[in-house]
């Protein structure tokens, strides 16, 4: 008996120390925020190369990310390229853009050449690195040549679900649409 009223007791002390008619205490530290893709940017750029003789390759200048987006990029951020790679027509005749991610490989007669790219969290470079002499290669491979630049937080990247081969499949991810991929002029 002694049992149950200490119980009782100790129950009826619990809910009357957590009433709320006390003082309320001051507000705690901000949380951190959600996983969203609220930071996550597309930019496209359309660009010509020059050639490298002396690493025998053809690269782009560096493309700063501060001259392109306002988002802050991070060290940890994912930074994917895709290249435009033609221009194709749907079943109902209108026109649908084919995007390959980067790196791309092409065999041309004299061997391979590759699109590659490398980045920090402040800027990104495009080549075109081969395993024969490139100094001419053709132009259809290097001018006027469009790519596009998603930047995307490393949580999201992380948490989503998407084929991030497939530009399409990230921008719907991302919820971006095509009126959202901020267009840079030619970069010569």
């Known amino acids: 008996m002694k049992k149950l009223f200490s119980i009782l007791f100790m129950t009826t002390f619990l809910f009357t120390a957590c009433s709320s008619d006390g003082e309320v205490g001051p507000q705690g530290p901000p949380g951190e925020d959600g996983l969203d893709a609220a930071t996550a940017t597309i930019f496209e750029i359309n660009s010509d190369f020059f ?8 690269t782009t200048d560096l493309l700063a990310f ?11 951020d ?14 109902d005749g209108s026109d649908v853009d084919e995007w390959s991610m980067l790196p791309q ?14 980045h920090t969290f402040v800027d990104t470079e495009i080549f075109i690195d081969g395993n024969y002499d490139l100094s001419g290669l053709s ?9 596009r630049v998603a930047i995307i937080p490393a949580k999201f990247y992380a948490s989503a679900d998407f084929d991030s081969s497939n530009l ?19 970069i010569k």
Do not use: C, H, P
């Not at 399409?168 to 030619?186: A, G, H, N, P, Y």
């Open 105 to 118: 490989n092409f065999f041309t007669d004299e061997g391979t050449i590759q699109y590659v790219s490398n």
């Open 66 to 76: 501060e001259d392109f987006t306002d988002v802050e990029v991070l060290e940890t």
């Open 51 to 58: 050639y490298d003789e002396e690493a025998n390759l053809w």
């Open 139 to 147: 132009e259809d491979f290097t001018t006027d040549q469009i790519f």
């Open 168 to 186: 399409e499949s990230v921008m719907k991810e991302l919820d971006l649409k095509e009126s959202d991929v901020r267009k840079v002029e030619m």
């Open 78 to 91: 994912i930074v994917i390229i895709y290249r435009l790679d033609a221009i194709g027509q749907l079943d």
